[in-house]
């Protein structure tokens, strides 16, 4: 009997905050494994619904739970606006925020630049709780569920990746890195995987904050690796895309950037063969998930910062040349652009056949 627990824990992890049907994107890439995905499908041809413009500049992501989109700007107002285009409410941080906010239950938590991660009311848009790191917060927040216990994992320019009580914003535990932590950790199969700075992924187990294994990739990680099944997928700062076995710590495939050489700063989209992922090079590159060997590649005029989305039949990505793109999944052929007129580094969120998007001078975009 003194296994039951133990037992019990591991049938009753719930790694992932999912989606709510085809309702909710509530955190940054839709899932907590960071791939990308989105199960139904897009329109051919989308129309621009509406545009709410913030006034301030945003690097930030949307995500949406119960009819409101959330995000952030770069004046450090958390914005709450409805599916149909009207603002509910804003919430002012007084400092900067980057990142997609997460949506857990009735909270909204989101980081930013003075490294306050921050759980505000969704409905009401009043302050529930603060947790203080020792630097900015450039990276979105991820959540981990096991039976009654839960846990928010955020990393900071402080050296560490946070796990915070999204009761209380209490700690819970924290993991010492050897540099900054800049992107969002993937959560799947009862371990957070994050990168960083130092030039290593980690992995972690979320009920204890034990580090379990460490893998020397040697280049900086600025972004976050997408997970599925057994892989992670991630680019590092010099354009080198890898896919990583963290069942058995072996790299299984590594493509070098070549004479394209740009910065890995998006996450990739990963589907059942396929891994899809831009450059700083211009290119959006498409890999065949078991060998990594190139099936397509799509240039653009600008550098991708932004994260693809991919479906089963089309991949939906934004570009730094101000264009949004939606190609044919199979051939990598342009099906579909709109020209916003200024450069995106945000990722989409996708719900019931529809997308939203943040343009760098603050609008928030609505297709369908």
Known sequence: MKFLPILLSILCFVPIYSQSGDTDWPLFRGKADLAGRYDSELPATPKLLWSVTTGARTKSSPVISD??????????????????????????????????????????????????????????????????????????????????????????????????????????????????????????????????????????????????????????IAASPALSGDMAYFGDYDGTKYCLNIKSKKIVWEISAGNESGAILGIPAVGKNLVIIGSEDKNLYCYQAPDGKLFWKFRTNGRIIGSPIITATKVLFPGMDGNIYILDLTAGKKLWSFNAGTPISSSPAVIEGKFYILTEDGRLLAFG
Not at 74 to 101: M, N, Q, Y
Not at 107 to 132: E, M, N, P
Request: include cysteine; charge should be neutral.
């Open 67 to 220: 009819g409101t989109v959330f995000f952030g700007n770069d004046k450090g107002t958390l914005i709450a606006v409805t599916t149909e285009g009207k603002i509910k409410w804003k919430f002012e941080s007084g400092s900067a925020i980057e990142a997609a906010p997460l949506v857990f239950g009735n909270k909204v938590i989101v980081g930013s630049s003075d490294g306050i991660l921050r759980a505000v009311d969704k409905f009401s848009g009043k302050l529930i709780w603060t947790y203080t790191t020792e630097n900015q917060i450039a990276g979105s927040a991820n959540v981990w569920v096991a039976g009654n216990s839960a846990g928010i994992v955020v990393g900071s320019y402080d050296y560490y990746l946070h796990c915070i009580d999204p009761r209380t914003g209490k700690s819970l535990w924290k993991i010492e890195t050897e540099n900054y932590v800049n992107g969002t950790p993937a959560i799947l199969n009862s371990k957070i995987v994050f990168g960083g700075c130092d030039g290593m992924i980690r992995i972690v187990d979320p009920l204890n904050g034990k580090q379990k294994d460490t893998i020397n990739i040697g280049v900086y």
